[in-house]
């Protein structure tokens, strides 16, 4: 049974950053895609960022301040965010698929979700 871990959620001010990684146990899933996904309350989750072996692809309002990168021999994955805005706030969640052609985006082209961890961009 693959599990994912996150962990590097916390409380950051407005133009802070924070590094997120996830952990896979169980599977090696160095061949597939990984994705980062968030979801605020009251919103459905969205696609943030994901990465395979064709490179890496983001939502808009994240490029440029999000970096998403694996570690194929440690089976983790990071997400590196830097000048952090309120509208960050929200729970991410990590996960990974076996679509590997193209960049998934949508939560049922994954089939393997982390708990989630919160981040809060607060002053």
């Known amino acids: 049974q693959v599990q994912l871990v996150e962990s590097g959620g916390g409380l950051v001010q407005p133009g802070g950053s924070l590094r997120l990684s996830c952990a896979a146990s169980?599977?090696?899933?160095?061949?597939?895609?990984w994705g980062w996904f968030r979801q605020a309350p009251g919103n459905e989750r969205e696609f943030v960022a994901a990465?395979?072996?064709?490179?890496?692809n983001y939502k808009d309002p994240v490029k440029g301040r999000f970096t998403i990168s694996r570690d194929n021999a440690v089976n983790t994955v990071y997400l590196q965010m830097s000048s952090l805005k309120p509208e960050d706030t929200a729970v991410y969640y990590c996960?990974?698929?076996?679509?590997?052609?193209?960049?998934?985006?949508?939560?049922?082209?994954?089939?393997?979700w982390g708990q989630g961890t919160q981040v809060t961009v607060s002053s």
């Open positions: 990465v395979n072996w064709r490179g890496t």
């Open positions: 996960a990974a698929s076996n679509i590997v052609a193209r960049f998934p985006w949508r939560t049922s082209e994954y089939s393997y």
């Open positions: 169980g599977h090696t899933l160095s061949t597939y895609t």
